[in-house]
């Protein structure tokens, strides 16, 4: 149903929401599948969303779906939200922006501005909960075997990457940027985007759901780093084992030689380990990066360990080897020549490994939609733009995306970012310019609005909102935590 943008035969009408100016035929929808011909009139396609809290719930959660039919009254409660999802779009921006609407929230006149942002200047930050080595810093990751962003700084317990930008929507070849732009959108619409990321693995990644890691589903965060798991389980391990190793791909903990260690009286065990030691009982670079023990690469764990010390060592000395996430252990015990031998694993031990192993928090992706609402949209709001920057640095202006809180960065612009998972289902669209088009609001005092210069003649109630809208309940909480 799609329509050519350039076709300017009669009957068709010009969309003129986005740069792409599509004539669209009478029954048929523009290119981006967000307006419509219908009966010669241009309509936005979805249904505008606004939402309602579920305080009748009693906390219980509720996800996001249409709620039937509507009798028109419960607009007037305070706990209803104009989300600019549906709104429809102003471009050029000189407009004022599809819905500003006023309301009274306890006594006081506010007002909502909202729009359908067409934004360039967009992408992704993912946070992906998984010691497994997904690829070297830096590392381009590929959709499709496209270029769409890279791989960024780890975290503490997950890896991280950076997609989309205008780099990769703008800069590269067409079909880069029409990848970037799909992979934008189905990651900020929640849905499931297999990532390939050169020298490193295959990760399928979702909002809210578990990485899938070169096939393998992850189920757990790591409880710490090796060091820092050898400090919270010390005592535990205390008078029930000789020594512990905490293998981990970035740093790698030692009982004996741990300050945990030291001030518990546990005697040295000879032990020797490869890689670089940086403090007393951690190790830095034990083996390479990889989706075995702890991060790196290795299977077996006495591969990390060098010959024990003969002047301090001796047979019967007992050793337990396990990973940051509890996903792997052994248990040794050095034998006349000194050297470990695998063992059935006591059950005191055992449970050490399960209380790490319970510590560790579900694995999840996270995806935060990121964009800069700083350039032209704020036309939309305020003849003087700069005064709504102003307006939000000053607090008067709250923002929101799709009902959703948004983090809006210091310094210059209305840079911001919201986790997808608070927003209503499919609330992000596309344009093929390639952009992202996502739902933006600005609520503030109506005399602050009337103050920054906003488009005052175009106030309405919110009471006059109801044809083509669609009422949703909000969500409040992240789908794994949804009973
Ligand atoms: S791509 Fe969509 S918004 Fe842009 S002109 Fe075509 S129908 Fe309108």
Redesign the pocket.
Known sequence: MATE?ADTSADKIR????P???Y?KPGA????D??ANHDGELVRVDPHVILQRTVSHGGRLVPFQAIGDWDGKILQGSSTIITAIGAG?TYPDYKPAPFIVSSEVDGVDMVTVVTEGIFSYCGVKVKIDTDRYLGPETATVRAAGEAVGHVTTSEYGSQMLSLGGVHHLTGGSKKEGRVTCDTLMDLSNCKAVELTIDGGSTVVVQAGHAPIVNGVREERMRVGCGSATIGMFAKQWQGKIDEVVVVDDHITGVLSEHQAGKLLDIPDTGIKMKGRRSTPGRYFQVAEPGTGWGGTNISDPLAILGPFDPKTARPGTTLLMVSTTGEHAAYYELDDGLRPIEKEMPASLKQSVERIQENCEPALCTVLFMAGAGGSLRAGVTENPVRLTRSIKDALTRVTSGGAPVYVWPGGGITYMVDVTLMPANAFGY??TPALVAPIEFTLKLSDYAALGGHMDHVRPLSSIRDNAEIRQRPRTLPEQRG
Do not use: E, H
């Not at 969309?15 to 986005?18: I, Q, R, V």
């Not at 929808?29 to 981006?32: D, K, Q, R, S, T």
């Open positions: 943008p969309c003129d929401a986005c792409v100016m599509c669209i929808a523009g290119a981006c967000r307006y779009t344009v093929p």
